[in-house]
């Protein structure tokens, strides 16, 4: 029945289990007490009413016993008998003869305690007292409780209904100001443990400043430092990832920069900065295919600086090197952005030119080396002048390989350089 009514949490029972225990113990304590001093206080009354009777009996027995007169002392004692309150008459004469002893209870059924009131029982004669023996009146416990029994009755009922009356108000007080305000808290808590919205607090319905509000603004304390915890590690992480999202950005670059670089360097001539060997070679060979696809002509244009070794042995390396970087700048700034131009090795170069016939190619080789040959250099107040050796071939169909191309172009440069040198040999 008062499942419902309280709330099902553990506290509750508990708490509900050990003040109920503690006030049925003490309700039943009391309730003891005052039914012990109502025993006392109802067997002494009972004692004062034997006193009476006795007092009152003790004129007409103390004359039936003078006279010996036996049958009317039966008749009194057994007119005592009769009274609720007299358990027992026992008269005994003066030498403690037992004259009348009569018992209202069977003897099966002995009353747990037994009390009594005992006078002595004198005649006058001549002024003289005479004692005749006493007169002894008997009550019991049973006569007691059976006086005692309709208060005690009303102090246990009154009892009981104090209790369930206390036990209803106690279950309704609990339930009022500590259940409810705590599983309101209970279920806000759970609230906020389950969604994601850190600005949420708890927020109690009572309005009541006592332990749980204090609780209750304990915690929002508490929930508010861990969202400023939680906004200050947010905004340390998303610093931590900018940085390290910037430093991998930075060394991606840097990466790429320096593969940039590498290419480059695997490419280029290190010191013309032109494509070397092999990368005009690969280059060339697909230009070759793609001409050869496209059924146009091709032309490679192969130049030697002449007495390359005498430059070198007159002016240095240094000098020979400046030369060597005069030569292809001087060549690029006659070349298309289609045309392949290239360090073969040494003082040797080459250019592949896509879609030109043996004379345009021819004519583009001949201007080169008038460039050259009309050119001086002046580096470190001393004037250089040389000359170049170009070979020119063309592409005819059955050439698949730049290898074929250039040994013939290579035939033709050796001629130049037979024929005198400073010359085109197409
Ligand atoms: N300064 C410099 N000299 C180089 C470089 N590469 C090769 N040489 C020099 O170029 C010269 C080539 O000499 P040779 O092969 O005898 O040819 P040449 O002297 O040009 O004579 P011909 O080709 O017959 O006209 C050598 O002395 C090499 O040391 C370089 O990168 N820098």
Not at 56 to 81: H, K, R
Not at 180 to 192: A, C, G, H, N, T
Request: net charge negative; with cysteine; hydrophobic share 40%.
């Amino acid at each position: 029945m008062f499942s419902s009514f309280i709330r099902p949490t553990n506290l509750s029972k508990k708490v509900m289990g050990v003040i109920f225990s503690i006030y049925l113990g003490v309700t039943c304590l009391i309730t003891s007490a005052q039914f012990y001093t109502e025993y006392l206080i109802t067997q002494d009354s009972i004692l004062s009413e034997l006193k009476q009777l006795e007092a009152t009996v003790i004129g007409p027995v103390s004359s039936n016993l003078w006279q010996y007169n036996l049958n009317q002392l039966e008749v009194l004692s057994a007119g005592l008998l009769e009274m609720p309150i007299i358990e027992g008459v026992h008269i005994v004469d003066a030498n403690g003869k037992s004259i009348i002893s009569k018992k209202s209870y069977a003897p099966a059924s002995i009353p747990l305690s037994i009390f009594d009131v005992k006078t002595d029982l004198n005649w006058v004669l001549n002024s003289k007292e005479i004692y005749l023996g006493s007169v002894t009146l008997y009550s019991s416990s049973e006569v007691v409780l059976d006086r005692v029994l309709f208060g005690f009755s009303l102090i246990a009922i009154a009892a009981v209904i104090k209790l369930f009356i206390l036990f209803c108000l106690f279950i309704w007080a609990f339930d009022r100001y500590l259940a409810i305000p705590l599983k309101e808290l209970m279920s806000q808590v759970d609230e906020v443990q389950a969604g994601k919205e850190m600005n949420k607090r708890i927020h109690l319905s009572t309005v009541e400043n006592n332990e749980l509000t204090q609780l209750q603004s304990h915690m929002n304390s508490m929930l508010s430092a861990m969202e400023k915890d939680r906004e200050q590690l947010l905004e340390d992480e998303q610093t931590k990832r900018n940085w390290l999202e910037d430093a991998v950005a930075k060394r991606t670059e840097a990466l790429q920069i320096l593969n940039e670089k590498l290419e480059k360097l695997a490419k280029n001539d290190s010191l013309t900065g032109i494509l070397n060997r092999g990368s005009f070679f690969d280059s060339a060979q697909h230009l070759l295919t793609l001409s050869e696809r496209q059924k146009s002509s091709a032309s490679l244009v192969l130049m030697d600086l002449d007495h390359f070794k005498m430059v070198n042995d007159t002016y240095g390396h240094f000098i020979g090197d400046k030369v060597l970087i005069h030569f292809t700048q001087t060549i690029r700034s006659f070349l298309r952005e289609s045309d392949i131009f290239g360090r073969l090795g040494g003082e040797e170069f080459a250019i592949f030119l896509s879609g030109a016939g043996i004379n345009e190619a021819s004519k583009l080789a001949d201007k080169l080396r008038k460039a050259i040959s009309d050119s001086t250099l002046e580096i470190d107040g001393k004037t250089v002048t040389y000359t170049v050796s170009i070979g020119v071939e063309s592409s005819s169909p059955n050439d698949h390989s730049i290898d074929d191309l250039f040994k013939r172009a290579d035939i033709k440069l050796y001629g130049a350089k037979d024929k005198g040198r400073d010359r085109v040999e197409r």
